[in-house]
């Protein structure tokens, strides 16, 4: 049976949990790209790690800067629009993301529970100290260079990205929201995100177990293991807008 679209307009308390397919179609590369350039004989952990970071700052730097450049010239996409547009249409909204880019901001969504931190928010990698103004991005940072990170003013350690590294812990009380949120919703939305990384990826499983419907969107096949569970196959752009217009007109 195929999902009833009337179920996402009669939900009370919708969770729509995205990964980096949700931002695919607005241009942004997902970790299962590969690298190139200077980066092109790293593998991502080793660069997203604190160690890689220590090991060699304006290597790790430049990279990040590169992506927050790609991140600044992309703009949101009809499936970021369809999920802000989506929230006011229900009692209830718990958007939950893996991305550390800001594109569910700009596109409307407020209150984005970024369970993988996000790229933007710069801190003292020694004092943790958040960064005291805007961290300027240089011009070129697109072309892919290394960079010498900024210094923190209080203890002069470098500034790092507000991503969640290999190795660290996710930020509990965010992790704590979503769980709570899964655990409550009626309908939940799995948008773009290979279901792989824990412990974001058992938000959807602890959805279903609540007695949620959840709902995979994704152009890959997914799980349609319990009766509650459905895979609408296809681009997040264009699967989202349809089923607005199916669950509300
Ligand atoms: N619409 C919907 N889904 C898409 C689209 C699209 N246009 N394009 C690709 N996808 C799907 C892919 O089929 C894949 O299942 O998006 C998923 C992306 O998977 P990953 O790259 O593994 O991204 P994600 O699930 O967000 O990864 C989780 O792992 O790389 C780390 O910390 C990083 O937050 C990230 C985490």
Wanted: charged share 20%; proline share 9%; glycine share 8%.
């Amino acid at each position: 049976m195929p999902f009833d679209p009337t179920l996402l307009a009669q939900a009370r308390h919708v969770v729509v949990f995205t990964g980096a397919g949700v931002s695919a179609e607005s241009g942004i590369a997902t970790f299962r790209d590969k690298l190139t350039g200077l980066w092109e004989h790293f593998d991502p952990a080793q660069l997203a790690s604190a160690e890689g970071f220590r090991a060699d700052p304006p290597l790790v730097w430049g990279w990040y800067q590169m992506r927050r450049a790609g991140i600044a010239q992309a703009t949101p996409n009809p499936a970021h629009l369809a999920i802000a547009a989506l929230t006011a249409r229900v009692p209830k909204l718990t958007l939950v993301t893996q991305n550390v880019d800001d594109l569910h901001e700009r596109a409307g969504s407020p209150d984005v529970l970024h369970l993988h931190g996000r790229l933007d928010a710069f801190r003292c990698l020694d004092c943790a100290r958040p960064a005291d103004g805007p961290v300027a991005l240089p011009e070129d940072a697109l072309q892919g260079r290394r960079i010498e990170p900024p210094r923190c003013t209080r203890c002069a350690g470098p500034l790092r990205p507000g991503v969640v590294w290999f190795g660290e812990m996710l930020p509990e009380q965010t992790l704590e929201r979503a769980f709570d949120a899964a655990q409550q919703c009626d309908v939940l939305l799995s948008v773009g995100t290979s279901g792989v990384v824990q412990p974001a990826a058992s938000i959807p499983r602890l959805a279903l177990a609540a007695g949620a419907t959840v709902v995979h969107v994704n152009p890959q096949p997914a799980s349609e293991g319990h009766a509650r569970e459905f895979a609408l196959a296809g681009k997040a752009g264009e699967v989202l807008p349809q089923l607005m217009r199916q669950a509300f007109t």
